[in-house]
């Protein structure tokens, strides 16, 4: 083989070697290559300028076309549109949003800030509304393996807090002792103390009974003293007092127009009121005394959360 001959096929192969560099580049770029990436951009230009709503509309524009040509920024769409519903206070929204942020690409600071906005909607709706998912989100995070030992214990911290809020003491108490058997230097030893104790005090505290304080509100005020309301108390006792000791006199007298004036108007609602009113005040008593034990509770879970 001549010399001119071997450089001829070095110079071959040199040749064949760019070629194939250039075309993976190329196609390499053609994969990534974002066809309506514009879209994003305008809308995060909007977002920036303080257009919340046109950049809402824009971003949920990008992530339908998504269906037609997967682009680069989609995680990004779905966690700023999350952040657009959480300026608003849609929580339930913001929520969703960022699972679906979660699923395209999965971080421990979405978890965190997913379970975030889950105790969000959960503060903002009812207790029968939204729980359920809220309980399946945070379950997962607490118990598949694929989570992050700060996800962990960021979804723990969720199903103490709102468990307490929604007086599901059980449950609360579940999720904490699993909390401090995991992870034991969690808390600090007064911190840990301090949340055992309280919970003792819930567990031992016997709530008043709304009918039991109606029963007693047949002799005026006794209800309201058992639910520890003394003024209340006090008042109902003057008032119908006052008007049974003159309904007793106009039958002693006779005066049967003012015993019929006072016993079928007066004397009714105000004892009806009276029932009411001791009814009231035990369920008030009640989530006093639980929110005074909860109430150190959830200042040390709310100071721990991310």
């Not at 001119?4 to 560099?21: A, N």
């Not at 305008?42 to 919340?52: I, M, N, Q």
């Not at 030992?149 to 709102?162: G, H, P, S, T, Y």
């Amino acid at each position: 083989m001549t010399l001119r001959t071997k450089k001829s096929r070095c110079k071959g192969s040199i040749f064949v070697f760019l070629f194939l560099i250039f075309a993976g580049v190329r196609c390499f770029a053609q994969q990534t290559q974002d066809l309506y990436e514009d879209v994003f951009l305008y809308a995060k230009a909007l977002e920036d300028g303080g257009a919340y709503e046109e950049a809402e509309l824009e971003y949920k524009r990008y992530i339908f076309l998504q269906d037609y040509s997967e682009g680069i920024h989609q995680t990004q769409a779905f966690t700023a549109l999350s952040g657009l519903y959480e300026k608003n206070g849609r929580w339930e929204l913001a929520a969703q949003t960022m699972q679906k942020a979660i699923l395209s690409e999965q971080n421990d600071e979405m978890i965190i800030k997913h379970i975030e906005l889950l105790e969000k909607m959960n503060d903002e709706a009812a207790e029968s509304k939204g729980s359920l998912s809220e309980n399946l989100f945070i379950f997962s995070y607490i118990n598949l393996p694929d989570f992050s030992d700060e996800v962990k214990q960021q979804a723990l911290l969720a199903a103490v807090r709102n468990d307490v809020n929604n007086s599901r003491w059980g449950y609360a108490e579940k999720s904490f002792n699993q909390l401090t058997q995991e992870f034991p230097d969690f808390f600090t030893d007064e911190q840990e103390n301090t949340i055992r104790s309280s919970f003792e005090s819930i567990n031992s505290f016997k709530p008043k009974k709304q009918m039991l304080a109606a029963y007693l509100s047949i002799f005026p005020g006794l209800g309201q003293l058992y639910a520890g309301n003394y003024a209340d108390s006090f008042n109902a006792f003057l008032l119908n007092g006052s008007i049974i000791a003159v309904s007793a006199w106009s039958i002693y007298t006779l005066d049967l127009w003012t015993f019929s004036l006072l016993e079928f108007n007066p004397l009714i609602h105000f004892m009806q009121g009276n029932i009411y009113n001791a009814q009231k005040d035990v369920y008030e008593y009640n989530q006093r005394k639980y929110k005074a034990f909860s109430g150190q509770i959830l200042e040390i879970v709310d100071n721990k959360i991310h």
